[in-house]
């Protein structure tokens, strides 16, 4: 079979694939914002040596990294509109989901940037009449954030190629962009190969990015 | 939420079974593809691992090369690739059924992680040891066999066993096309019976187990061949 790529034009780039970009761009920043945010908590929660803390943060992280992805999106997707009384469709959900599930993974990558402060820092941080709150705002979580900024961009990179899983729910996003354009135009094919090289450029360059901050990062400490 | 109702798993299908013994056979169906497409990538990603760390640029190209490939496409996006696009491209692959396309793919995907974690753990021993291994008198091939590899194949068990708990969990990717596994199952369960929260519970366990089981493995594998006198041995 001949590929052809003929009919690849700016009118479709506009109208199929620029708005699952958009989305897929989207789920990506709210996932990543919500998620280091919900995943630091988890985080603190599992370092506080409180069990009424630790154990419920624990089992929040532990059991949504042992469940497939395309599972708790579907989950969410049942159980939303069960809870709620009525559906929220397939983009709200899959942005909640996301946000919920990345949480988990980013609450271990916060967890061991936490740890990879010596205590002697947040012990002369009491000295100085710091509070607890004052000690990881100011001292602890800035330097957890800096060490681990490649590893949470690499897990950000991870999150970008995972959105194409909303395919489960039919959320439109830069996927399903492509696999619409193909069945309208009958090029499956083409559009296939064209989805497989937009994501390779976008995920190696960002992850070349990070490999860049990475060594500058090395330097510096 | 309505009450529960365990007994959908005694309904007929419609096809002569229940949906229990369904279920059960797309745990088989799971467990098939996450077995041979582990088998898959263990072979793949130790022969890239190790052609990243020889000293031949042209090996470490490809090696390099093979992992930022299947790396940095989508899981999903190269299932699509397997199924729909190479048997268009290749003809003579038309007949090679969408199981072992979904083997391949979810197989060549991770290789490329475990590329990863085998050239860490080569990378991680000493360099003394190669041109110890040199020095005597070994080939490049046999210092890699008797002495490089029996070590660092014995560092990435832990990192190859939670890629192992991803292979299963990643299965459920085969959905998308059509494979009869727990997810399909799940999602065609969900629909023709409305008892979305069992099924779902049902599968979410069975996923779970599966998982359990492998570390288990792994970890009596890592018991049993490990070194007397490192770190980790008791």
Not at chain 2, 141 to 149: D, I, S
Not at chain 2, 204 to 228: C, D, G, K, M
């Amino acid at each position: 079979m001949n590929l052809d790529f003929g009919f690849f034009n700016w009118q479709i780039v506009q109208s199929f694939i620029l708005k699952g970009l958009a989305f897929s761009v989207q789920l990506t920043l709210i996932a990543m914002v919500g998620g280091i945010a919900l995943g630091t908590v988890l985080a603190l929660m599992r370092l506080s040596g409180k069990p009424w803390l630790v154990m419920p943060a624990a089992a929040y992280v532990n059991v949504l990294r042992s469940i497939p992805l395309v599972m708790v999106i579907l989950w969410f997707f049942l159980l939303i509109p069960l809870l709620l009384g009525r559906p929220l469709g397939a983009e709200v959900s899959a942005m909640i989901t996301f946000t919920v599930f990345e949480a988990a993974y980013y609450s271990e990558i916060m967890r061991a940037g936490i740890q990879s402060v010596p205590k002697g820092q947040v012990a002369a941080g009491y000295a100085v009449g710091m509070t607890y709150a004052q000690c990881m705002k100011l001292i602890v979580l800035p330097q957890a954030f800096r060490n681990m900024l490649p590893v949470l961009l690499t897990q950000t990179i991870i999150l970008f190629q995972d959105t194409s899983l909303v395919y489960a729910i039919g959320a439109y996003d830069l996927l399903k962009g492509f696999e619409v354009a193909g069945k309208n135009f009958n090029r499956p094919v083409e559009t296939y190969l064209a989805a497989a090289v937009v994501y390779f450029v976008i995920c190696f360059s960002l992850s070349m990015t990070v490999r860049q901050l990475q060594k500058k990062i090395a330097i510096i400490r | 939420m309505g009450k529960w109702d365990w007994q959908v798993f005694l309904q007929d299908t419609g096809g002569g079974q229940t949906y229990l013994q369904w279920m059960l056979s797309a745990w088989g169906w799971t467990m098939s593809v996450a077995v041979l497409a582990l088998i898959v990538a263990l072979i793949v990603g130790s022969f890239m691992g190790i052609l990243r760390t020889t000293p031949s640029k042209v090996l470490v190209f490809i090696g390099d090369a093979w992992t930022e490939l299947f790396r940095n496409i989508p899981l999903l996006v190269q299932i699509f690739l397997w199924y729909h696009v190479i048997p268009s491209l290749f003809l003579s692959l038309r007949a090679v059924p969408s199981f072992v396309l979904v083997v391949f793919a979810l197989g060549f995907f991770t290789s490329a992680r475990i590329a990863e974690q085998v050239r860490a753990g080569i990378q991680s021993l000493p360099k003394g040891q190669t041109y110890a291994g040199l020095a005597t008198g070994l080939t490049r091939v046999q210092t890699y066999r008797y002495v490089l590899l029996p070590m660092a194949f014995r560092i990435v068990i832990p990192p190859l066993t939670s890629e192992s708990m991803n292979i299963i969990k990643n299965t459920s990717v085969a959905f998308a096309v059509s494979i009869a596994e727990l997810t399909m199952f799940a999602m065609q369960a969900q629909e023709e019976t409305s008892r979305g929260v069992e099924i779902y519970l049902a599968v979410t366990l069975l996923y779970f187990v599966s998982a359990f089981a492998v570390n288990r493995i792994a970890a009596l594998i890592e018991r049993r061949v490990q070194v007397p006198g490192l770190l980790g041995a008791k």
